[in-house]
């Protein structure tokens, strides 16, 4: 079940990002973005690469440090122009769990491993409540009999519902897939999309960048569409797949029929 905090927030946006701008050098590659995830929804964030989705997503998570903008949750509105307050990066760091394109797993601990060192270590939560929790996780995604196993001799697709659990367990209010599945082998990216099906059913808040449009149709609450750092069009998938209104959008998915 989502956590406590998605539960009870009122509804209306869990995380607001306003005028989002990120540079690399001279890459200015965020120009300005807004995007609102509401409590309870999946939003898909799509578009073509080098759009800046993942670098979105990642100022989200405090991953990435934009150089202006604001990032407002609940009652707390964070100023991205100046440093971030340890307060800031608690709240950054509660709201939301990522799941990478790679997993990241760690090769010499087990799959348990991964998936309680964050919990236990870095938040300092009970052992054993942590140990009983996961192993709980990995029973709904199909990998409790994996618990005492190693990455190396799981599938990419099992991998990547480890990285799931493992963000699970942190009890975020929200979870951000980057492209979870687009380093998966074709036959092994069903599983996964399923998991995270199941997960949007269930009412997790997501956030999804993802170049899966079929996902994206079927499973997101609201699209936005990115080009060249700025959301050119958002609406709900009927109207950003059925309907788009700017040339960019239908270009966009022209291409890819
Ligand atoms: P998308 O997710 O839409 O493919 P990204 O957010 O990954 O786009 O990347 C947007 C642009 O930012 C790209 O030109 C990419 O090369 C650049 N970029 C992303 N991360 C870095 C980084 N850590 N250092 C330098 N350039 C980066």
Redesign the pocket.
């Known amino acids: 079940m989502p956590s406590d905090a998605s539960a009870s927030l009122p509804s209306g946006p869990l995380l607001s990002a306003r005028g989002l701008h990120k540079s690399?050098?001279d890459?200015h590659?965020l120009r300005g973005v807004d995007l609102d995830i509401e409590a309870g929804t999946v939003h898909a964030l799509i578009?073509?690469?080098?759009?800046?989705?993942?670098?979105v997503l990642r100022s989200l998570n405090g991953l990435e440090e934009p150089e202006a903008g604001t990032l407002r949750i609940g009652e707390l509105e964070i100023d991205l122009s100046r440093p971030r307050s340890r307060r800031e990066r608690a709240a950054l760091h509660r709201t939301s769990a990522m799941v990478f394109q790679q997993h990241h797993l760690f090769p010499h601990l087990t799959v348990l491993g991964n998936v309680t060192i964050g919990p236990i270590r870095v938040q300092g939560r009970d052992r054993d409540t942590v140990m009983a929790e996961a192993l709980g996780l990995l029973e709904r995604v199909g990998l409790r009999e994996k618990a005492d196993a190693y990455p190396s001799s799981l599938s990419g697709g099992q991998q990547q519902r480890v990285g799931i659990v493992r963000a699970l367990a942190l009890q975020p209010s929200m979870l951000l897939f980057d492209e979870p599945t687009s380093s998966l082998d074709p036959e092994l990216v069903g599983e996964v999309l399923a998991v995270m099906t199941e997960l949007a059913g269930e009412g997790w808040t997501m956030a999804v960048?993802t170049h899966e449009l079929g996902f994206a149709r079927e499973v997101a609450d609201q699209v936005s569409f990115?080009d060249e750092g700025v959301v050119v069009e958002r609406g709900t998938p009927e109207q950003v797949f059925g309907a788009p209104e700017h040339e960019r959008t239908r270009r966009f998915l022209q291409r890819l029929q």
Request: charged share 5%.
């Open positions: 690399f050098g890459n590659v578009g073509p690469s080098g759009s800046g989705k993942t670098t960048v990115f």
